[in-house]
Each structure stands twice: as structure tokens, then as C-alpha cells.
């Protein structure tokens, strides 16, 4: 394959750049979006295209404000507890209820409370009425001809009532943005059972289209295209005779099958192929029949930010409306994060607060990890020309969750396991706002972060060679001078995972050594590493001569998955994760899992909380459903 046979001609173009040379050259030829009518109940979210002025006033007649008699005033006059005055039906009062127009005899109302009735045609008051009390007058809410929503009003539920009681029952608002989205690739498929191999689920198309409705825009999604240059193109012309903005997803990069750009290039101009930005720097800035169309990379975190970013910025400027401004914080990096001088990076981070300071943590940076962008609570950007920032710097983070939602979340910085997954979705359910926000780091990540006050808890199993138990000795090293306390959670089975059937028979530790065995470990400062790594030592067993000792992975059902898809022969974890991909599971030892927690924050509502949820029986019985449990002494708590 040679060079001529990708498509290398990636410009890397700063994104503010990239977005005002685009934005202007799009501005020439751009229609601009019409206005449209729609009834008033439908408009709902909609921005108005005209002030619009009341048609009728309202109420448009003199109404009753009270239950009760409609009077003359005047009849009222002297009344008094010693000087009560008697007043005939019909020629003195009428009798009227809330909203019951009064005639032009009748401006006040004495309300029901404040009258005795004598018999069927005489009632007694006593004490006198004001002209107009208890009577709404003509135009007291609106006035016809009043102002009741100005150009560019965002409509609201109330705005709706006022509407239609100022008598508009239809509305112009400024039309939608239409947005044709177009998945490319010969290699995606629709959600179906079961995947063929090779296939890959589309969901991008769905992703975007949900960001549209965010954005105050209509998407129209097409049938996924072929990696075909002919089809391809006839995709993207029907779409621009069909919508205001294109996207095109997937095709946008340098393989030897992304033609996204020449198709481009053929039928229209292209601005800008290559924009400096991690994930996302294949995007293609373009224009078709005087419309834009957006080329999107495939993988899932780079569609998100592109989209994000550009797409986003031009159905707003589209619509000549100003986006929503994003929450920010500042807060405190927990981790080094490295980046390249070449781009402006998006680094999906999870946020925290502990001890009045919030703390970002970074997720998976890989661009097709649509999970990071599940778990992010924000964004961090870290600018072009930039290397990254250090540990503890003092970041801005534009956030994706609400800084009170935020407030109400425990960090969790640590070893993984699904129990932890059982917590958090046991305080979800009882919905009240209390949330669990996981960071998957290992054991002694998890140290790490308690020893710099990152966390509100640490999930551990790290066993001492010399005392030979879990994580006690590990505290006392690390926290010498802390008063902290460890909840103990579960004890779990380690052993080995292999796949079903165990068609490499395989039975012990030794068997690792096997020149047909490959393994697949977790990382370094992982409970179940170290826990490897002890055992190998008193077996005598050297890691060097073990087939993919040195290939890492940070969750113990990342580990079930590659044995699962024939990527590994084995890998040390607990029994639930190989029960849960199908696996078999040969018993190697029982670990204590237990959560590191300073003894001050046991007194908080937070915590409490959580230990509800852990010594509940409903949570212990999903537990040791999952099998490879022990649950005796969940939630005793140890004082350190």
C-alpha cells in the first residue's frame, strides 16, 4: 500500500479558527432559516420570530373576583355591626360567582362570608364595600393591544396560557435548523441479535440525533451507506435538497476507505480537512449547494466532541441564536495528564467534591470509549501549544452534570468490582440526589488518592506478604498519624478465569507457564496484581516467561472479555466476573474487598447513606446472587 493509497491530506488547523473562516465562507451563500406559523399549544421550547400583541384583553369584561352578591357600592354605604343594612334580590344585588360577568348597575362584590342571609329574597351586611372591590375590571391581566412576548422569547409553559388568553391561538417562531445525519461504512449494522462478527452496532446516528433536540434542532437520520464513492454521494445530495445542514459520519479519515472528502471535494468545496483537536482531528468543514456539511470521524468519543464543537456552533449561528453557557468549575487534578503541543484536547474527567474542594479525575482518553463519555461529569480542555497539566493543578472544567448533582455525589477512587456497581445503582433508586461516581485506579490508586484527600472512599484488597492479611498493615503504613476506618464489604474468590469448557485444562498457577498458555493481567498497584505477583513469588515462578504477563487491563470484567473473545487463555479474577461472561473458574484464593474511609466522614449524611444501602438486606441478596461472595461481615466497621 502506498501513501497514494490513503487520503493524507490532513490539514491541522486550530479549532476557533477553522470555525470563523468556515461560519464566514458558509454566510455568502446561506438562504438563512424562514420563519413558520405553528398553534400556540404546539410551541412549547419555540423562539418567537415577532413580538407578538394581544388580540383580546382578559378578562375582556368586568368579572366577579369572589363568590358572592354583585352591588352598587353605593347601596353599602353606612353599613356597620351596629347599623347592619338589608338588601333585596334583583334591585339591590344579584347573586354571582367567581369570573360571572357583572352588568353596568353592579362594580363591587360583598363576598359570601360577609353576608347574612334574612330569607330567600333578603341577605344583611354589615359593613360597606368600596366601588370595584372584589371585581376583576376590563384588561386587569392583559390589555389588548399589550406586548406579551417579545421578538426571540424562548416560549414557556406559562407563556403558553398568556397566549391564549390574550386571544392568539396561532404563533410565528423562528423555524427549526433541519439536520440530515448520513452513517457511513460497510462495516455498520443496525442493533440487531445476533451481531455478525465483523459488525459493528450504529449508534452514533442516535447519539446525534438526541444532541440535535438539545440543541433546539430537527435530524433527519438516512439508511447507513456503503463505503462507496457513487452511493456516498447520491446520499449526501439527497440530503442537502432536504435539510438545512448535513452530517456525514465515519469516512472522514486517512484509510484506504474513507472517501467522505473526495466526494466532497467533487461535488462541492472544502474548507478545512483536519482540525487540531484530540479526539476528533479528521473533521471535514464543507459546503454543498450552499449548505454546510459536516464530515465526522467514526469512533464515538471523536463524533461526540466534533459534534460538540462544530456542529453545535453552527446550528446556532445557523439560527442566529447564542448557545446555553456551559457550567464551569475549577478544580483540582488528581492525575498527570500528558498532551501533545499538536492539538487542543477534550479529556472526559470525573468530578467531586471532598472537603469543600472539588477534585477532577480523568477517564480512558481513547476515542472510541463511548463509556468515558458516560461517566464524565465534564470536560477538560487542555489547549494547543500546551503539554498538559501536572497533578494537583488547578484545572476549569466545563461540566456535563449540574455542580449541585455534583455536590450530592461520594467519590470513589480505587479497585473496581460490580458490587460497587450494586451500591451505586442501590442510592440511585432511592432517588434522592445521592449518587456514587466510581474511579476505577486499582488498590493502590486508591491509597494514593485517600493519602491526597481526592476521594471520599477507597475500595482495596491488598494482601501483606509478611502478616498474610488484607489491608490493615497497609493503613497503618500509609496513614501512620490518620484516624481512618475500613467498612468491610465482601470476600471474594480469585482464582483463574479461562474460557468454557477449560479447553486448555488448565488447573493451577503453574499451568501459566506453558508455552500454549497466554494470560492477560491487570495492571500495576492492582490488589489482584499484587496478589499474582505473591503467589508466582512463593511458587518460584518467573513473570518473564509468562505469555502476556505484561498486557494490562484495569477491570476484572475487561479481563473476562478478552479470555471471552479468544483474545487470552486466562487471567487472575474474581468468580462473579467470570460467571457474568460465561466463563469457567478455577479457585485460587478468598480476598478481603473492603472501603478505606476516614473515621470523620463516618459522622456525615453521605456516608450514613451509603451504609444503609451496604447493610441492607436487599443489597446483600444481590450480592451473593452473583456467586463468588462471602457476606458475613459486610458493614462492620473498623476503627484504625
Not at 438526541?210 to 433546539?216: C, D, I, N, Q, T
Not at 518467573?542 to 483474545?567: C, F, S, W
Not at 460467571?579 to 450514613?608: N, R, V
Request: hydrophobic content about 40%; glycine content about 6%.
Amino acid at each position: 500500500m502506498t501513501k497514494k493509497d490513503r487520503n493524507l491530506y490532513l490539514t491541522n488547523k486550530p479549532l476557533q479558527e477553522a470555525m470563523e473562516e468556515y461560519l464566514h465562507s458558509i454566510s455568502r451563500s446561506f438562504a438563512g432559516i424562514s420563519d413558520e406559523i405553528i398553534m400556540v399549544q404546539d410551541a412549547l421550547g419555540r423562539k418567537t420570530a415577532s413580538p407578538v400583541f394581544a388580540k383580546i384583553s382578559a378578562p375582556h369584561y368586568n368579572a366577579a373576583a369572589m363568590d358572592g352578591i354583585a352591588v352598587d357600592a353605593s347601596v353599602t354605604n353606612g353599613a356597620s355591626e351596629t347599623n347592619p343594612i338589608q338588601l333585596k334580590i334583583d334591585k339591590d344585588y344579584t347573586i354571582v360567582n367567581t369570573g360571572a360577568p357583572l352588568t353596568m348597575k353592579r362594580n363591587a362584590v360583598v363576598m359570601v362570608e360577609d353576608i347574612v342571609e334574612v330569607d330567600d329574597e333578603t341577605v344583611e351586611i354589615r359593613s360597606a364595600v368600596s366601588p370595584w372591590q372584589h371585581v376583576r375590571p376590563v384588561g386587569e391581566d392583559v390589555v389588548k393591544g399589550e406586548l406579551i412576548l417579545s421578538e426571540n422569547h424562548i416560549i414557556r409553559p406559562q407563556d403558553i396560557a398568556a397566549l391564549l388568553t390574550g386571544g392568539i391561538e396561532r404563533v410565528k417562531v423562528k423555524r427549526k435548523i433541519s439536520v440530515g445525519i448520513i452513517p457511513t461504512g460497510s462495516e455498520i449494522t443496525e442493533l440487531v441479535d445476533p451481531l455478525p462478527e465483523g459488525k459493528i452496532i450504529e449508534s452514533n446516528s442516535k447519539m446525534f440525533y438526541a444532541l440535535l433536540s438539545s440543541y433546539e434542532a430537527t435530524g433527519t437520520t438516512y439508511p447507513i451507506v456503503k463505503d462507496e464513492p457513487a452511493e456516498i454521494r447520491l446520499a449526501i445530495e439527497k440530503a442537502v435538497d432536504e435539510n438545512d445542514l448535513v452530517v456525514v459520519n465515519a469516512g472522514s479519515s486517512a484509510g484506504t476507505k474513507d472517501y467522505t472528502v473526495d466526494v466532497l471535494r467533487e461535488i462541492g468545496v472544502v474548507f478545512t480537512h483536519g482540525i487540531a483537536i484530540k479526539p476528533g482531528k479528521p473533521a471535514i468543514l464543507a459546503e454543498v449547494k450552499g449548505k454546510p456539511v459536516v464530515g465526522i470521524p467514526g469512533y464515538p468519543v471523536s463524533a461526540y466532541v466534533v459534534f460538540e464543537q462544530v456542529v453545535k456552533s453552527l446550528v446556532y449561528a445557523l439560527q442566529n441564536q447564542k448557545p446555553m453557557l456551559v457550567e464551569k468549575l475549577k478544580a483540582t487534578l488528581a492525575r498527570r495528564i500528558v498532551s501533545s503541543l499538536k492539538h487542543e484536547e477534550f479529556v472526559r474527567v470525573k468530578v467531586g467534591k471532598v472537603d469543600e474542594r472539588w477534585i477532577a479525575t480523568p477517564l480512558n482518553r481513547g476515542a472510541g470509549v463511548t463509556m468515558s463519555l458516560v461517566k464524565a461529569d465534564g470536560i477538560l480542555r487542555i489547549p494547543q501549544l500546551t503539554e498538559g497539566y501536572d497533578k494537583g493543578d488547578s484545572v476549569e472544567v466545563e461540566l456535563s452534570r449540574s455542580q449541585e448533582d455534583l455536590s450530592n455525589t461520594i467519590v470513589s477512587i480505587g479497585s473496581h468490582d460490580i458490587v460497587m456497581d450494586l451500591i451505586a445503582n442501590e442510592l440511585q433508586k432511592k432517588n434522592d440526589n445521592l449518587a456514587l461516581s466510581s474511579a476505577h485506579v486499582g488498590s493502590m490508586g486508591g491509597i494514593i488518592a485517600m493519602k491526597q484527600k481526592e476521594c471520599h472512599l477507597a475500595p482495596i484488597h491488598l494482601l501483606d506478604e509478611i502478616s498474610g492479611e488484607y489491608n490493615i498493615e497497609y493503613v497503618r503504613k500509609y496513614f501512620a498519624n490518620e484516624k481512618m476506618s475500613m467498612i468491610k464489604l465482601v470476600k471474594r474468590s480469585q482464582g483463574l478465569m479461562v474460557q468454557q469448557g477449560n479447553p486448555k485444562e488448565i488447573t493451577s498457577l503453574e499451568d501459566l507457564g506453558r508455552e500454549d498458555i497466554s494470560m492477560i493481567n491487570r495492571q500495576k498497584g492492582a490488589g489482584t496484581r499484587i496478589l499474582l505477583d505473591y503467589m508466582m513469588k512463593i511458587k518460584k515462578m518467573d513473570p518473564n516467561l509468562l505469555q502476556g504477563y505484561q498486557r494490562e487491563m484495569t477491570t476484572h470484567m475487561a479481563v473476562a472479555v478478552a479470555i471471552k473473545n479468544d483474545t487470552a487463555d486466562c487471567g487472575l479474577g474474581v468468580e462473579s466476573a467470570a460467571k457474568a461472561m460465561g466463563l469457567d473458574f478455577i479457585p485460587i484464593a478468598w480476598e478481603e474487598y473492603d472501603l478505606l474511609i476516614p473515621q470523620y466522614m463516618l459522622e456525615t449524611e453521605k456516608i450514613k447513606r451509603l451504609l444503609e444501602v451496604i447493610r441492607s438486606d436487599s443489597f446483600v441478596k444481590q450480592v451473593m446472587r452473583l456467586g463468588g461472595y462471602d457476606c458475613s461481615q459486610t458493614g462492620k466497621t473498623i476503627l484504625i
